[in-house]
T-cell receptor, first 113, second 114 residues
């Protein structure tokens, strides 16, 4: 079955560490997105990518970085510059940027220890 | 500024007690309004897309409606398995100033007790 796979499900980060969250899709979608979800807040866009080797900052990109070397993969790195990284991170994809239908992964919960 | 506000933040219902969730939006030009269901610790699951005022869509016990300023998610005779967080999102007409990204509300957490 086609879908989006996020890993790991749970991730713990020490102060000063960079960590990378994985997102892989087999839907043949061109566009991919990273959202952050905090309690009581709506999902906020971190980065998005329209095609391979191209990506753009979203609303809260500071302290994060991404790459899009393959159509299927859109990893997110949470750097030490992100001062409040504890959150639930969601990856999504759509057929094209601005396309109506978003498919979400199951999420990664990142906790700073 | 494009904005989405959902109310109430939390809703507790008895099994069979019908109710509605509200999603108020402000957007320069609406391309689509989306409803998602999210279970704890999981990603959102798509429910409905509405495109124009007056449109309605149904799925089992859920019915979504749309006006020019808000959308309602009506839940008829809910069951405990309907307990989840319901997210509303809007997509503005894409132009040079936006990407067509989804703008989400903060969600309504529904608990249905047997």
């Amino acid at each position: 079955d086609g879908g989006i796979t996020q890993s790991p499900k749970y991730l713990f980060r020490k102060e000063g560490q960079n960590v990378t969250l994985s997102c892989e899709q087999n839907l043949n979608h061109d566009a991919m997105y990273w959202y952050r979800q905090d309690p009581g807040q709506g999902l906020r866009l971190i980065y998005y990518s329209q095609i391979v080797n191209d990506f753009q900052k979203g609303d809260i990109a500071e302290g994060y970085s991404v790459s899009r070397e393959k159509k299927e993969s859109f990893p997110l790195t949470v750097t030490s510059a992100q001062k409040n990284p504890t959150a639930f991170y969601l990856c999504a994809s759509s057929i094209a940027l601005g396309d109506y239908g978003y498919t979400f992964g199951s999420g990664t919960r990142l906790t700073v220890v | 500024e494009d904005q989405v506000t959902q109310s109430p933040e939390a809703l507790r219902l008895q099994e069979g007690e019908s109710s509605s969730l509200n999603c108020s939006y402000t957007v320069s030009g609406l391309r689509g309004l989306f409803w998602y269901r999210q279970d704890p610790g999981k990603g959102p699951e798509f429910l409905f897309t509405l495109y124009s005022a007056g449109e309605e869509k149904e799925k089992e016990r859920l019915k979504a409606t749309l006006t020019k300023k808000e959308s309602f998610l009506h839940i008829t005779a809910p069951k405990p398995e309907d307990s989840a967080t319901y997210l509303c999102a809007v997509q503005a007409v894409r132009d040079s100033s936006n990407t067509g990204k989804l703008i989400f509300g903060q969600g309504t957490t529904l608990q249905v007790k047997p």
